[in-house]
């Protein structure tokens, strides 16, 4: 037995571990490591740390630090909502799912048949939507293959457990996006994580420059399809939480846009699904490492 064999094994009893809890002590256990991540001053809560007080600079000290705490306490409860993704079975988990605004919106761009592009920020339990649209549509999405390789099967699976198609970000990939789209199928990416220089272009995210994805543009100048922003917000209460999936338009028409227009677009419509509930974004991504100018990510090295 391989090494990857038994760390892939490893992941999985990890997994099936973490969907046992409930909502309120997987809540509990998250805020616990979130302030344990804090005392060790981790990477997670430093690159948080450097964000939030980038994005919102009016706010103090404590503030930051309140928020920071709320946004790691999210960023582990997320590893609980994976694994129950894994585990439990679909009635258990669209039974979270308290109310789901603008589905409309989506039907009909859906029954165009002319494609749908799906933009989906790391927000809430963005994961979730890989269940919903997978047992509702025919959906397929990229993914950045894990730098662990021990993790890439329990991901894949667990992504594509409810009939989601995942295509790895390379040129295979690309070619069977297209393909999707131009079949008039739906199509889910995540539009802020950071591209290649060559792959990107800069675009204000909330007052600085942030290298945007110019894939965007790229699909809807190929294939013209319905573009929809989607998003899965938490609504956490004493006994636990529950979900609101969320379905809208971008803040600005982007047609005719080329990619520098697309991306700025692209940047505010994220930001306004951001400002809903900051907690509840990953802001331990390193969304600014590649800045203007080729200069290196010093934002985020320790001094």
């Not at 992941?11 to 005392?39: D, E, H, K, N």
């Not at 994976?82 to 979270?96: G, K, P, S, V, W």
Request: some cysteine; aromatic content about 8%; overall charge neutral.
């Amino acid at each position: 037995m391989g090494e990857n064999t038994i760390m892939s094994q490893i992941v999985r009893f990890g997994l099936w571990l973490a969907q046992l809890p409930s909502p309120r002590l997987a809540t509990r256990l998250s805020a616990a490591a979130a302030r344990i991540l804090l005392l060790i001053d981790s990477d997670s809560a430093r690159f948080s740390r450097i964000n939030i007080q980038l994005c919102f600079p009016e706010l103090s000290d404590s503030e930051v630090r309140t928020l920071v705490k709320a946004s790691l306490t999210d960023m582990v409860l997320l590893v609980f909502e994976f694994a129950q993704m894994a585990y439990r079975t679909e009635q258990e988990l669209m039974a979270q799912i308290l109310s789901v605004e603008g589905e409309d919106l989506l039907k009909q761009s859906y029954q165009r048949e002319r494609g749908v592009l799906l933009l989906v920020p790391h927000f809430g339990n963005w994961e979730l939507l890989c269940a919903f649209l997978g047992l509702n549509y025919s959906v397929a999405a990229l993914y950045a293959p894990p730098k662990v390789a021990a993790l890439e099967p329990a991901i894949l699976a667990t992504r594509e457990r409810f009939g989601g198609q995942l295509f790895a970000i390379d040129t295979a990939g690309m070619r069977n996006i297209l393909r999707v789209l131009k079949q008039g199928k739906l199509v889910a990416i995540l539009p802020d994580q950071v591209p290649d220089r060559s792959a990107g272009v800069y675009a204000d995210f909330f007052g600085h420059p942030a290298l945007t994805m110019s894939l965007v543009h790229r699909l809807i100048d190929k294939t013209a399809p319905d573009v929809i922003v989607g998003s899965v917000q938490r609504k956490k209460s004493d006994d636990g939480y529950g979900y609101v999936a969320r379905f809208e338009s971008l803040v600005d028409s982007i047609e005719g846009l080329d990619a520098q227009g697309c991306a700025e677009v692209l940047n505010r419509t994220i930001e306004q699904v951001i400002r809903r509930a900051p907690e509840q974004y990953q802001w331990e991504y390193k969304r600014f490492k590649r800045p203007p100018g080729g200069g290196r990510d010093n934002l985020y090295r320790r001094q």
